[in-house]
């Protein structure tokens, strides 16, 4: 069930991207404000009526069927995201990073875990508050599969920086069963480590953001985690958030 539930997902996906249409601009309805750009669009589609095209209904009925496998984003909440400058929630983590990932993080066994168990080797020598940038995001979300190339990226730049020691970077799939998450790392090739979250706990205890969205938490008091930075949407750039994220780190002792 779950692999056939998530591979239908893509499909979807795929079938709305290739799908013939009239030239206009779409928009996931609880993302990051930006334009939605399906591949292969043709330049000009002719209408013949004032009746909807039968391309036009096709990509209704897409559209439908895909919103209709949204559980974490397709829905406005009344919900805010926890806020920056605010206790942050010792979140569980459901296990679906690999063993060197969960190594690589401090974390041991099958779990679950909480957020406050997360302790790299490294970070006791950093001599700084332990940080962890968490992204979260769903599978299905258009705006987090265009994402991950540039969360791969922000991870390289950031194993090459001064804060390598200091900031450890994780992403909980919102919505999304460990099957939906292994196959969202197989298929954009994700390198850090994804946690599940398929009754939407995490997601729930986090404000009900919409996706992708990113917590900084400083972990320097384990009992009560700290939410330094939290913002819905797609990074600048790598760099720019790595830069973003430093200076809040620097201020963070």
């Known amino acids: 069930?779950?692999?056939?539930?998530?591979?239908?997902?893509?499909?979807?996906?795929?079938?709305?991207?290739?799908?013939?249409?009239?030239?206009?601009t779409a928009m996931h309805p609880h993302h990051a404000p930006q334009a939605f750009q399906p591949a292969a669009r043709p330049a000009t589609v002719p209408c013949r009526d004032t009746a909807p095209q039968p391309a036009t209904l096709l990509r209704i009925i897409l559209l439908a069927a895909l919103l209709a496998l949204l559980p974490a984003c397709a829905t406005p909440t009344l919900a805010e995201p926890v806020p920056a400058s605010t206790p942050f929630p010792d979140i569980p983590?459901?296990?679906?990073?690999?063993?060197?990932?969960?190594?690589?993080?401090?974390?041991?066994?099958?779990g679950p875990w909480k957020l406050s168990d997360i302790r790299p080797p490294g970070m006791k020598n950093a001599g700084k508050a332990p940080?962890?940038?968490?992204e979260i995001f769903s599978m299905y979300c258009p705006h987090c599969q265009r994402e991950a190339p540039h969360m791969n990226r922000f991870a390289e730049l950031l194993a090459?920086?001064?804060?390598k020691d200091r900031i450890?970077?994780?992403?909980?799939g919102a919505g999304n069963t460990r099957m939906e998450v292994d196959l969202f790392r197989e298929r954009y090739g994700v390198t850090i480590p994804l946690f599940a979250d398929?009754?939407?706990?995490?997601?729930?205890?986090?404000?009900e953001p919409g996706t992708p969205h990113f917590f900084l938490v400083s972990l320097k008091n384990r009992t009560a985690p700290a939410t330094l930075f939290s913002r819905t949407g797609r990074m600048a750039s790598p760099q720019s958030f790595l830069d973003e994220l430093a200076a809040i780190a620097k201020r963070a002792n």
Do not use: C, K
């Open 131 to 134: 940080l962890v940038l968490i």
């Open 93 to 110: 983590l459901e296990n679906a990073a690999s063993p060197d990932q969960l190594a690589a993080l401090g974390l041991s066994g099958q």
């Open 198 to 207: 398929p009754d939407l706990a995490v997601h729930e205890q986090v404000g």
């Open 160 to 163: 090459a920086s001064p804060l």
């Open 1 to 24: 069930m779950g692999r056939t539930f998530a591979q239908t997902g893509f499909l979807l996906y795929d079938l709305w991207q290739y799908a013939p249409q009239a030239p206009e």
């Open 168 to 172: 450890a970077v994780i992403g909980v």
